[in-house]
């Protein structure tokens, strides 16, 4: 982060606070000077993240039309997004989680550094059957389509892991979003209370070459898996079954 001078934030909410947060303690450690950016549409004009952050650069509406007619969320047009961080004079770009891998390669193609994996790790860990075949060369027992029954009764486990270019690779804990809506997580529990000790850290042995594969750029992600228990046993060790779950930005 210390060869970023600008730091374009293209996401609203909570994750956008955390870079604006991040950014305050790494200049405060390091004596720095970087600075955040907040893309901001119309809804967000009185945003807590547009306020806290050291400038702040209007987009427009909340959603721009497509070629097809639609209409998209303003955050995710890589035509919008490119023309406000040549504006802005940025370097860097956020995007927090639920990244968008073309939106990605037009940012690296442009010069701007993004905070995250590159465009070819977004599209191997979204799509079911590569992230299958990673979880396989890593050693992690999967399937990408679990049984109904089993779907009933299973859990969505995620275990938090952070990596970086150089190959290293922190587990930060283990928790649990069964409770949904859609996609969109309702509840999340943290740390996972169905997870015994031994298997907690089973589990997170077992996912450290998951992210490691396809290398990220000091971006946490996410390592979902359903934790289901075998039939006709609640009480015996369950086994993790990954499947992927890209989750959106807020």
Known sequence: MSSLERIAIVTRGEAAMRIINAVREYNAEHGTDLRTIALFTDPDRRAMFVRRADEAHHIGPATVPTDD?????????PDLVAAALEATGADGAWFGWGLDADLVDRCESSGVRVIGP?????????????????????????????????????????????????GTVWS????????????????????????????????????????????????????????RPPVGSRSSASWPVCRPSIPSRS
């Not at 007619?69 to 047009?77: C, E, I, K, N, S």
């Not at 943290?190 to 589990?203: D, E, I, L, M, W």
């Open 69 to 77: 007619g639609a209409r998209r969320v303003a955050y995710d047009d």
């Open 118 to 166: 590159p465009g070819d790790v977004v599209r191997r860990v979204g799509d079911p059957a590569e992230l299958a075949r990673i979880a396989e060369v890593a050693g992690v027992r999967s399937t990408t389509r679990p049984d109904s029954d089993a779907e009933h009764r299973a859990h969505l486990i995620q275990v938090q892991v952070v990596g970086d270019t150089e």
């Open 172 to 227: 930060l804990g283990v928790r649990e979003s069964s409770v949904q809506l859609g996609q969109a997580r309702v509840l999340t529990e943290a740390p996972h209370r169905r997870s015994r000790p031994t298997r907690t850290r089973s589990s997170e042995r077992r996912r450290y070459g998951s992210p490691r594969s396809p290398r990220t750029s000091g971006s946490a992600r996410s390592s979902s898996s359903l934790i």
